[in-house]
């Protein structure tokens, strides 16, 4: 058959785009997933579809699973991963201003949440995303952490003075708000918090509603125990990259697209918070509402003048809070963040 | 009236009474046969028919059995009898199936990765979730019917277990929970799988007898500990205790428990014991004879192994496990061969 040869090279052109078309090119990069069921979990379950977008944006990742967050942590300073997913908190030491997302009583709501991850996914705030030589390169929602305690009697600030609270030894965000309210801190890992709990070795502890089935914490909260349902603070699992290593423009793509797997997320979040039964809920009055908040942030204001919270981050939040509810007392405070 | 027609009549009565008796009989027999079909039927199956086939190799029809007849099992109480127990075992078998289908799409997803086709990676992962939750579903009705089944069960208290069948449904119950779980996790949680299951499971393991069970209690219990490391026992090495308990059932021929060391160390992250427990397996195959009566399930651990070199192999090489390479790795050392230089003959 013959083929004119501009015809045949059009066709050749054609033909190589069809093949391509859905292949690229990718440069191979190492991500460091902690989940606390390894591979089985979750969260590696979700990186395993970041790793198929991620392929579309130039990097294919080769996933290892840590059960340790403190080791994925080590793992990446000392480069055997180019990138690494964890919580919030264990972010703050790359990015204190995403690290400061999980701040103590900052977020009533994941329409709060939503909007600062919105605000800070936008390619005007990149350059905040950029830490020396880490990038923030996604932020997911991890569920609001409720107080579980012991006995229903304890829905106010007051009544914690006194109380065993678990905490996590590597937050000093915890250990500065179980003092100031004058209760006792217990160190506990995040391996552990829930057993002390139905054990009876702490009167309080925290976590999103998953633990509520997964730990068997209806036991600890028999019999007279409850849940109280303000979020004490919007756990957050995130992506961290060292910059350097990805394509140009990889951050924001990657920001974009764990911004656009948020509703999915909370979808699920809220699935388990259903699955505790509305009896055990503890509405906190309106009137000891405000005595929470504020107690919250005078922690968080003491936090960042320490240096642990973000200054930035905490006004930003601030911002959020007064535009979607102007009269809170904190929006005209001479101290407000 | 006349003698003969009086004769008549009255052999005409003993004939109505006769059909009406042989009536009552038979009405009352198939009453019977009715009521105890069920429960006999169920009794062949259980104390037949599965120890038949748990003497067969072939996994793939006793798979598509499992598909074929799950939905009828339940039904059976129509007709007098228990089936929760064989609900557990055809639950379990056609939750199986289903996970077979999602490793498939889990080795596309594989390729196209290795290919570079994010399409393609995408759709696998997609149709991987499906298939994950299909069984998610089923290993739960398993163990919702290992509920019913064992109305004593609470995670906290063994039951009564005084005969094998009892026992081993028990086991497959177990599982049912362990894999509902695992599965609903890995598909995105539409399953609704109740997440304290694990925790129950892992007590519900102390109830069998660990030696007995091929290693499978304490393979069990010890998974449950590496994931929930607050409720391992003070002293207790869980990683010792799957190790011991992988061995158990290889001396009775027996390879199920290294099934669950290796999806173990698979979420631990650790390659080379999943390696390790891949070549042990076909090691072990030359040297201890699989026990005879239960060679279903050790094809079953066959195939789940092999599932998982097929994964190791894909993501390394983008093809799976080759033929006759089951326990050699794409970065074995060569053998090295000796050869001769040929400069002095050319």
Known sequence: MYLAPNVGHRLFVTLLLMITANTVLAVPKKMCVFDLLGANGPTYAQAKDYKTAALAWGVELGLKPYTSERVAAEDFKAGLCDAVMFTGIRARQFNSFTGSLDAIGAMPSYQHLKSVISTISAAKAAKLMVNESYEVAGVFPGGAAFMFVNDRNIDTVGELAGKRIAILDSDPAQVEMVTFVGASPVGTSIANMFSKFNNGSVDVTYGPAIVYEAMELYKGLEPNGGVIQFPLVQLTMQIMIRQAEFPEGFGQKSREFALGQFDSGVDLIKRYEKKIPQKLWIAIPEVEKTGYLEVFRQSRIRLRDKGIYNAKMLKLMRMLRCKKDPQQAECTSTDKE | ?346
């Open chain 2, 1 to 346: 009236m006349k003698p003969n027609s009086r004769k008549t009549k009255k052999k005409f009565f003993h004939w109505i009474v006769l059909l009406l008796l042989a009536f009552i009989l038979f009405s009352a027999a198939t009453l019977f046969a009715v009521k105890n079909a069920g429960k006999l039927l169920v009794s062949f199956v259980e104390d037949q028919a599965v120890p038949y086939v748990l003497k067969t190799d072939d996994v793939a029809m006793g798979c598509m059995m499992a598909e074929s007849l799950t939905l009828l099992i339940p039904s059976l109480v129509q007709i007098n009898a228990s089936p929760y127990k064989l609900a557990i075992l055809f639950d379990f078998l056609s939750g199986s199936c289903a996970e077979f289908k999602a490793w498939e799409e889990e080795l596309r997803y594989l390729r196209a990765i290795h290919n570079k086709n994010t399409v393609e990676a995408q759709d696998a992962r997609i149709l991987q979730k499906r298939y994950l939750n299909r069984a998610a579903r089923r290993q739960l009705k398993g163990y919702l019917n290992f509920q019913k089944a064992y109305l004593e069960f609470s995670g906290d208290n063994c039951p009564v277990l005084d005969s094998w069948n009892e026992e081993f449904y028990w086991m497959i119950g177990l599982m049912d929970g362990l894999q509902a779980v695992m599965n609903d996790l890995a598909s995105g949680g539409e399953a609704n799988v109740p997440l304290d299951i694990s925790l129950k499971v892992g007590r519900g393991a102390r109830c069998l007898n660990n030696e007995k069970w091929w290693g499978m209690p304490d393979a069990i219990q010890a998974a449950i500990w590496i994931n929930f490391p607050s409720y391992q026992p003070d002293g207790i090495n869980p990683l010792q205790v799957l190790d011991s308990a992988v061995n158990t059932g290889l001396k009775q021929g027996m390879r199920i428990a290294q099934v669950v060391a290796a999806k173990i160390h698979i979420g631990r992250g650790d390659a080379e014991s999943v390696k390790q427990i891949i070549r042990d397996n076909i090691q072990t195959r030359l040297n201890i004879a699989t026990h005879p009566d239960f060679i279903f399930l050790d094809e079953v651990a066959s195939i789940q192994l092999q599932a998982i070199s097929d994964h190791m192999w894909t993501d390394a090489t983008g093809k799976r496990t080759p033929i006759g390479a089951m326990g050699a790795f794409w970065d074995d050392p060569k053998n090295t061969v000796d050869t001769i230089d040929l400069i002095d003959i050319l």
